[in-house]
């Protein structure tokens, strides 16, 4: 079976959809280790002549976003918070650029120590060193985050002391409902996006239950339970592969009578920023939603991804589906490793009444991860493997909505 078009927006003028290229890697990742070993040099050199103990070689410069608050629009029939939540345009997914191992700041560092006779020698810099980010620490009350501004330090300071009191679920909802409020500063915004991930992390995407969690309960297996049946007899708002993610089981048929599972209920909820190229996701309804992390996404070239909100079609959720290019009229086999589309498509139909009428609409895998950050699809969004799979497993077929949002409030797109 085909896909249809990606969009019926075809008047556009663009590129046809290009089957991927191999990059060379090796003259990178021999430059950037060149230029790690002269880094490292020039530092050696001036840390011996101060007579300063060595620290950490790795940056601790303050993340930044540029973008102002925007006035909403006027698209009728969506959630007014997580518009409003979305206007903000940086991707803060991973640690916000130039943080430490999850630790930013901008405030200037202690005067050092005195020094010894002797300044120890710094740290060899390797390659891997290099070429590889440091691993995210994970969230503790004595981690210092990057606050800076006048915006509202007070909610990410209510929130590092929940946190620290072992309080998640209410960190969650106090983080998730100051990102819509216009008070947070841009670096502030970076803050509580990485922060919400991070708990996450642990509420919804690991094994463990935490108290009050009202987005999650437990299930005890039975004999001739399987996954699929678990999800459909509780009529939880997941994929079973969601199940099998948040338990950490290598095989759907890992489980066993008396097993208890955690169960991620739902519903998840999407809306996607098409000046960033970020999607949002969410989880729960109305004024009870919380933001769980975000995505890089690509869109349509010379903004042709449709706006508005659209619910994900029934019937449409696909793995591993087929495709025929509507312009060049190509077709690829389900299982063709030049199919663009990846091994995800979730279609997704308009419910504004300027929208309906878009047809072939959707979020997709991709062959292409350097499209991703840039408009290069006919329409569609474009997500990473790894990445899709996920937003695949937590959008629900009748139920979830995606709020796309007009683009209109920056002077240029960029990768159009």
């Known amino acids: ?33 060149c230029a790690a070993i002269a880094c490292g040099g020039v530092w050696w050199y001036l840390d011996s002549r101060s007579q300063t103990p060595a620290e950490s070689s790795e940056p601790t410069a303050s993340a930044t976003a540029p973008t102002a608050p925007v006035a909403p629009s006027s698209a009728a029939r969506f959630d007014a918070q997580r518009r409003s939540r979305a206007l903000e345009t940086t991707v803060t997914a991973a640690p916000p650029e130039g943080w430490t191992a999850g630790l930013g700041t901008t405030e200037p560092s202690p005067p050092p120590a005195p020094a ?16 590889t980010p440091p691993p995210t620490a994970p969230i503790t009350p004595e981690t210092n985050f990057f606050v800076s501004g006048t915006g509202d330090a007070t909610t990410i300071q209510q929130a590092r002391q929940l946190l620290g009191e072992d309080r998640p679920v ?57 996954l699929g049946k678990i999800v459909k007899s509780l009529g939880v708002q997941v994929d ?4 099998q993610r948040v338990n950490g089981l290598t ?12 169960i991620v209920t739902g519903p998840f909820h999407a809306s996607v920023e098409r000046n960033s190229h970020r999607l949002d996701l969410y989880i729960g309804e109305g004024p009870n939603e919380v933001f769980v992390r975000n995505f890089l996404v690509g ?38 490793p030049e199919n663009p589309i990846g ?28 499209s991703i950050g840039r408009n ?12 899709i799979d996920m937003i695949y497993e937590v959008l629900t077929e009748g139920v979830s909505t995606i709020w796309v949002d007009n683009g209109v409030q920056a002077a240029s797109v960029p990768g159009g």
């Open 240 to 243: 079973w592969r969601f199940l």
């Open 116 to 131: 010894p006779t002797q300044a120890p020698a710094p740290a060899p810099v390797t390659e891997t060193a290099a070429t």
């Open 376 to 387: 290069e699809s006919m329409g569609c969004v474009r997500m990473r493997t790894g990445e």
């Open 343 to 370: 091994e995800f498509w979730l279609g997704l139909e308009g419910i504004d009444d300027h929208n309906r009428q878009e047809a072939g609409f959707g979020i997709h895998g991709t062959i292409e991860p350097e």
């Open 170 to 226: 209410e960190a969650r909802t106090l983080l998730s409902n100051a990102l819509g409020t216009g008070t947070l500063t841009p670096a502030q915004l970076d803050e509580a996006r990485y922060m919400l991930t991070s708990i996450n992390d642990r509420l919804i995407f690991s094994p463990e239950v935490v108290p009050g969690d009202p987005f999650v309960t437990t299930y005890t297996v039975k004999k001739g339970d399987s």
């Open 1 to 33: 079976m085909a896909l249809p078009s990606q969009s019926v927006s075809q008047n556009a003028r663009g590129r046809y959809m290009y089957r991927r290229k191999r990059r060379r890697r090796f003259p990178t990742l021999a430059m950037l280790a």
């Open 299 to 336: 869109l349509g070239e010379h903004g042709c991804t449709p706006s508005g909100l659209f619910r994900v079609r029934r019937n449409s959720k696909l793995v591993n589906p087929p495709w025929t290019n509507p312009r060049t009229r190509e077709h690829y086999a389900a299982n063709d």
């Open 251 to 262: 095989r759907p048929n890992q489980i066993r009578p008396g097993q208890v599972l955690k």
